[in-house]
């Protein structure tokens, strides 16, 4: 299968940024996702971004896609308690096949 | 987008026990996915179901461990067959976006634990 690379922690305080990496190697792509995955639930679509461009922003989302680089981010603006889950990137060349990224578990302090 | 209902959410099961998890979607779908989701770890595609057809599975699963039914557009089972502790994990069910939409819907998730 397709590597989908997270780092595997991030910790910031309430009201910073938090900024997610990702990274891919399937260069077919064609759409890019960022999922949420709270304790104990399954997993809610956050947003996700169609392969040609390069950024998208959704209220306090902003997703930033290098396509040279293989590389996505998931900035998260003024960040709070409840954004407090592990996000998940996944990529899909068609309809029927994700690949999903290990997850990045986002640690907010109050 | 299509809202999944899937149950149970939890269990705790016997080894050697077999447990059925269903998922119930409120629009017909063609295409329905199984997930695993190992303790600490990404998800990982079973199979995929296609009503009328036989379930697709990925390398490493198989129909006997994973028997999974798709009997209309809206509803399928996995059934957890001869459990051991390493089937612990979080079940997932997924349907593909419709006309106009991206981004695959998934189930709440069944959390199964074996003992």
């Known amino acids: 299968g397709e590597d989908v690379e997270q780092s595997l922690f991030l910790s910031v305080r309430e009201g910073d940024s938090s900024v997610i990496n990702c990274t891919y190697t399937d260069s077919s792509s064609t759409y890019l996702y960022w999922y949420k995955q709270e304790p104990g639930a399954g997993l809610q679509l956050l947003t996700y971004?169609?392969?040609?461009?390069d950024m998208k922003q959704d209220q306090r989302l902003t997703v930033l896609l290098n396509k040279k680089d293989k590389h996505l981010s998931l900035r998260i603006a003024d960040t709070q308690t409840g954004d407090s889950a592990i996000y998940f990137c996944a990529e899909s060349d068609n309809f029927n096949k994700f690949y999903f990224g290990s997850g990045t578990k986002l640690n907010v302090k109050p | 987008s299509a809202v999944i209902s899937q149950k149970p959410s939890r269990d705790i099961c016997q080894r050697g026990t077999s447990l059925t998890i269903q998922c119930q979607v409120d629009?017909?779908?063609?295409?329905m996915f199984w997930y695993r989701q190992q303790p600490g770890q990404s998800l990982t595609l079973i199979a995929t179901a296609n009503q009328g057809s036989e379930a697709t599975y990925e390398s490493g699963f198989v129909i006997d461990k994973f028997p999974i039914s798709r009997p209309n557009l809206t509803f399928s089972t996995l059934t957890v067959s001869n459990m051991s502790p390493e089937d612990s994990s979080i079940y997932l069910c997924s349907v593909a976006p419709g006309q106009g939409a991206a981004g695959y819907t998934f189930g709440s998730g069944t959390r199964l634990t074996v003992v």
């Open positions: 971004i169609f392969s040609n461009m």
């Open positions: 629009s017909q779908v063609t295409m």
